[in-house]
């Protein structure tokens, strides 16, 4: 077994400008990518705008305020709305066709909610589950702000997202095969 060796962040923050006369770098995926983030992370440092020292206003900007409470309370509509739909649709999921009203970030989120449930009980389920969910949010080409909460979502429940993508891909490929 070969152990990899990286530099740790002090080392590539002295290699910033000079990393092109190191010998590991250039060939590691890995330091080069964290050079690459410091390499970012300074080019943002030396922006006026990250220095503006103007004074913001405590006042909240009543469009912002009124935008903020709509969303607030379309979500929790939606979710409401979808705790009924969720059921129903896992255990007949064709009925999305007959019901396009259902095509909602509240549904998607319930349903991401119910995979994340079953992952380990009922892995095969989840997988279908997941992939209704997909289809749903394509299909409704929910808003950036709706997908990135969607996201967020699914982000929050502590790596199980990450580790379910990685499993759907591999249960996908091993039904390719079957």
Known sequence: MIIEQHY????????????????HVPGCETCAGTLESLRDLTSALRDDSVWDERQLSETPAPKT???LRAFA???????????????????????????????????????????????????KKAV?????????AEVERL???????????RMARAGLPAL??????RVARGAEVL
């Open 65 to 67: 305020t009124n935008m």
């Open 128 to 136: 279908e589950v997941s992939a209704l969910a997909v289809r749903i």
């Open 8 to 23: 740790d962040e002090e080392v590539l923050i002295g290699l910033l400008e000079e990393a092109d006369h190191d010998s």
């Open 73 to 123: 309370e379309r979500t929790k509509a939606e979710d409401a709305a979808a705790a009924a739909i969720v059921p129903r649709l896992i255990a007949a999921p064709a009925m999305i066709q007959v019901h396009p009203e259902w095509r909602t970030a509240g549904v998607v989120r319930k349903l991401l909610a119910h995979v994340d449930s079953i992952a380990y009980k009922d892995p």
């Open 164 to 169: 379910l993508h990685g499993f759907i891909r």
């Open 143 to 153: 808003s950036v702000g709706q997908c990135h909460e969607v996201a967020r979502d």
